[in-house]
C-alpha cells in the first residue's frame, strides 16, 4: 500500500507516533523505489487488517485503501471482497469521497 506523505502524518498521529517512529515500525521502500509502503503481515495481508474484514487504523487509513476493492481490480476480487458502497463521508483533511467496505462481513 503506497503512502503519501499526508497518509504518513494522519496514521502517525492516529497510533501516537512520531512521523519517524511511525515510518521505521511500519513502513518500508516500495518495490519501484519511488516512496513508502505499509509493510505486510506474516500472511501478506495489510498488517493493519484485523478479521472480520477491518482496519485497525481505519480513521487514518491511507488514501489508496479508500478506492478498495471498487478502484481496485485483480483476479477473483469479487469472491475476495464483494463491495458494499457506503454513503460519502468527510474525514479529517479529505475531500469527501465515496468509501465501500467488503461485502462478506
Do not use: Y
Amino acid at each position: 500500500m503506497r503512502l503519501t506523505d499526508a497518509d504518513v502524518t494522519r496514521a502517525a498521529g492516529f497510533l501516537e507516533l512520531a512521523e519517524q517512529d511511525f515510518i521505521d515500525e511500519h513502513t518500508e521502500l516500495s518495490p519501484d523505489r519511488r516512496g513508502l509502503s505499509l509493510r505486510d503481515g506474516a500472511d501478506g495481508a495489510c498488517e493493519f487488517f484485523e478479521e472480520p474484514n477491518r482496519c485497525r487504523i481505519q480513521e487514518a487509513k491511507p488514501a489508496q485503501c479508500h478506492g478498495f476493492p471498487n478502484q481496485w481490480r485483480f483476479d477473483g476480487f469479487e469472491k475476495e471482497c464483494p463491495a458494499i458502497k457506503l454513503s460519502m463521508r468527510l474525514a479529517p483533511n479529505r475531500e469527501p469521497h465515496e468509501e465501500s467496505t467488503c461485502g462478506n462481513e
